[in-house]
């Protein structure tokens, strides 16, 4: 790459707490985010999942009465994570030309579109609300991001699902690159904990049914896994250049020296078995950090839970790294967060800086018994990293066939 | 019991406060929502709603463009009850 990028500022709102410092606190701790559904929807729909990992802080006791009016629930929790880490990043003075947004989100404002619908039915087209168009839209967590910190650079949206938040990362490395932006507020958010696509991802047996025990109910890689589980919230990162940051002394947790995009072309829901594309992915954001596979000491897996999915995401590692994943350690942290869809990436790409940060992988729960077609060194307590220049990456796969894949070096 | 006009006033305020975050004090009856509440037409829209569900009233949309200042809604919601 022509010139560095690097992370000066993360935030985040997840199912294990309403900031960066107290979700890692939790992650580290092993504990779980996930927690049975109290909503009267469930009863009353006979919803057959009854659990999800909701936002530990509510956005409501964040935000003013007008932002929770005015935004859906994904952008508020985008404009939470965002004003944290556009805090922690010192609130860089940028040109507004030269500042940024690239946030992402999987479903888009799912409750205000079926709010609405709700409305309309019950009520008639007079009493729909005015806002909610710009409510609704996929970029509506990117625009409200934009007009907080007047970005002027571009606010963009990138939809691939569940690739979608680290589609978002990877395309600021071409903006930053481009020369024309020195700030990217990047990342993803989520709220579709709503009956709807509770129901819709049950219909396609893709969640976690495990209602009796919630906690226990994401769990990458072991053999009892059934699904994943949804999980709502947001996650931040200013990207900034390296000559940017360092004008202003920023403090920098980690370097972005990869991202890349592919896509199966295989088939609509399903992972390719060969994992070919998730491969290329892999590879190509090492080739853009002009590492070798073997520099590669930490994985924050897509891992999402489900039976196809985290064997898939294995075979297209082993081509990528042979015998070195033997040596590499593993993180699948929606064992604890649940599955965050658009924001999921976004979360683990701050998981992946902060692990390279104070040098220690985060653990993986309820991993009682380890697939032994996925014969990978994961770790289940925190696990110290080495010493010395790390290099790590954070996979982010889709239903459509997407693949990104971010890469991170230590930085010193 | 129709609402005294100091009754809708103070109604209204809460809706604007609520939906622009202006403080209820500053909802006065000379104020112009554009040039003095700096409202923009979709919350004003979202206010016109409000403001029917919560005083029971028809707003015509095309009433809404004379709905100048607070005195005007407060009016026109008096009136209308």
């Known amino acids: ?412 | 019991m129709a609402l005294s006009q100091a009754e809708v006033l103070s109604g209204l305020a809460e809706i604007v406060n609520e939906e622009t975050g202006i403080d209820t004090s500053s909802v006065q009856l000379d104020k112009s929502f554009v040039d003095d509440l700096d409202i923009d037409s979709i919350s004003m829209l979202t206010i016109v709603m409000n403001a029917e569900g919560k005083f029971g009233v028809t707003i015509p949309e095309d009433e809404v463009a004379n709905l100048k200042t607070v005195g005007d809604a407060v009016s026109f919601i008096t009136n209308a009850q």
């Open chain 1, 1 to 412: 790459m022509s010139q560095k990028i690097v992370v000066t500022g993360i935030g985040a709102t997840t199912p294990l707490g309403g900031d960066v410092q107290s979700t890692w606190r939790a992650l580290l701790a092993g504990e779980s985010g996930i927690s049975t559904l109290e909503q009267p929807w469930v009863e009353q729909y006979q919803i057959p999942v009854t659990f999800a990992g909701q936002a530990k802080v509510k956005a409501k006791d964040v935000l003013s009465v007008p932002e929770t009016k005015r935004l859906d629930p994904s952008s508020q929790f985008a404009l939470i994570a965002s004003r944290e880490a556009w805090a922690d990043a010192g609130a860089p003075e940028v040109q507004p030309e030269r500042l940024a947004v690239e946030f992402a989100t999987g479903i888009g404002g799912v409750w205000t579109l079926l709010d609405a619908f709700d409305t309309l039915k019950e009520h008639g087209p007079r009493r729909v609300l005015p806002m909610t168009v710009p409510m609704l839209m996929p970029n509506g967590p990117a625009a409200a991001i934009g007009m907080d910190i007047a970005a002027r650079g571009g606010v963009r949206t990138s939809v691939s699902a569940c690739a979608s938040s680290t589609e978002a990362i990877a395309n600021a490395i071409t903006r930053l690159q481009s020369g024309e932006i020195d700030v990217v507020v990047a990342g993803g958010a989520e709220a579709a904990i709503h009956p709807l696509p509770i129901a819709a991802f049950a219909s396609m047996h893709a969640l976690s049914r495990k209602n009796d025990n919630p906690a226990s109910a994401s769990r990458p890689y072991d053999v009892a896994r059934d699904g994943f589980v949804m999980g709502e919230g947001a996650g931040a990162l200013v990207l900034e250049t390296e000559a940017h940051a360092k004008a202003r002394g920023a403090k920098i947790y980690a370097e972005l020296v990869g991202g890349a995009v592919t896509s199966d072309a295989h088939h609509i829901t399903a992972p390719d078995p060969e994992g070919a594309g998730a491969a290329r992915a892999v590879s190509a954001a090492l080739k853009q950090a002009g590492a070798k596979p073997e520099e590669v000491v930490h994985v924050n897996a897509h891992a999402t839970s489900t039976p196809v999915g985290d064997i898939a995401e294995y075979v297209a590692l082993k081509r990528v790294f042979g015998d070195h994943l033997k040596n590499i350690v593993f993180s699948a942290t929606k064992s604890s967060t649940g599955h965050l869809l658009g924001g999921a990436g976004a979360i683990e790409a701050i998981f992946t800086v902060l692990a390279l940060h104070e040098r220690v992988a985060p653990p993986t729960i309820n991993l009682d018994n380890q697939d032994p077609e996925i014969p990978l060194d994961v770790a289940t307590s925190p696990r110290k990293l080495p010493d010395g220049p790390l290099l790590a990456i954070s996979n982010s796969f889709g239903f459509g066939g997407h693949n990104a894949v971010i890469a991170f070096r230590s930085y010193n």
